[in-house]
């Protein structure tokens, strides 16, 4: 029973590097999303995708960048860091049920820290 | 846009109190709202209210919706200190944007043996 994978659990980088969060899903859900949470904040949405080929921005969508090419991934791109990227970050999946009811279902978080 | 404001922020306790958290709403097409409780962690479910179920209870945790105050409140009683965690609302998004989540800020937890 996977659910949702995100990797890595933690990560450091240097202000301008890149990388990837990755995001895995193995229940065939159509809807993936990424936030970031700081203190204060509760969850705020970075970019999300409503089925494999579509994204769309959220909130705070600026600095990354998502791809959808299969239903199960859906990886976020940091193309340059900032320390203002400092936060946990969330990768989740999720369905429609009947009369438009959902509910997500969260990866592990990532706690990424920008010096 | 649509808007979720929890209250309070923060709550501190001791065992055995009753706490009631609120979250109040914004939404342009109004599906269902939901509740997650979030420890060291992920958020974790526990309620979806909808239009048609305004009430749901589990164990000492029951949430009630309000839809005249576009609101919904998170009632637990006989605290105890595993209940301490932030507790988030959330409302789905309408049209195609239903697996767009807006949250709420959170309400911080703390329950003192």
């Known amino acids: 029973n996977a659910g949702v994978t995100q990797t890595p659990k933690f990560q450091v980088l240097k202000t301008g590097q890149s990388m990837t969060l990755q995001c895995a899903q193995d229940?065939?859900?159509?809807?993936m999303s990424w936030y970031r949470q700081d203190p204060g904040m509760g969850l705020r949405l970075i970019h999300y995708?409503?089925?494999?080929?579509?994204?769309d921005q959220g909130e705070v969508p600026n600095g990354y960048n998502v791809s959808r090419s299969t239903t199960e991934d859906f990886p976020l791109r940091l193309l340059s860091a900032a320390p203002s990227q400092t936060s946990v970050y969330f990768c989740?999946?999720?369905?429609?049920?009947?009369?438009?009811?959902?509910?997500?279902?969260f990866g592990q978080g990532t706690r990424l820290t920008v010096v | 846009e649509d808007k979720v404001v929890q209250s309070p922020l923060s709550l501190v306790v001791h065992e055995g109190d009753t706490v009631t958290l609120n979250c109040s709403y914004e939404?342009?097409?109004?599906?269902?709202l939901l509740w997650y409780k979030q420890e060291k962690k992920a958020p974790t479910f526990l309620f979806m209210l909808?239009?048609?179920?305004i009430e749901k209870k589990s164990g000492r945790l029951s949430s009630i919706l309000d839809k005249k105050e576009l609101s919904s409140i998170l009632n637990i009683t006989a605290t105890q200190t595993g209940d301490s965690a932030i507790y988030l609302c959330?409302?789905?998004?309408?049209?195609?944007?239903?697996?767009?989540?807006?949250f709420g800020q959170g309400t911080i937890l703390t329950v003192h043996p």
């Open positions: 989740a999946s999720s369905y429609i049920m009947v009369r438009g009811r959902t509910e997500a279902f």
């Open positions: 229940m065939n859900h159509e809807y």
């Open positions: 995708s409503v089925g494999a080929g579509i994204t």
């Open positions: 939404v342009t097409n109004f599906r269902s």
């Open positions: 909808t239009s048609s179920g």
């Open positions: 959330a409302v789905p998004g309408g049209g195609t944007s239903y697996g767009k989540l807006t």
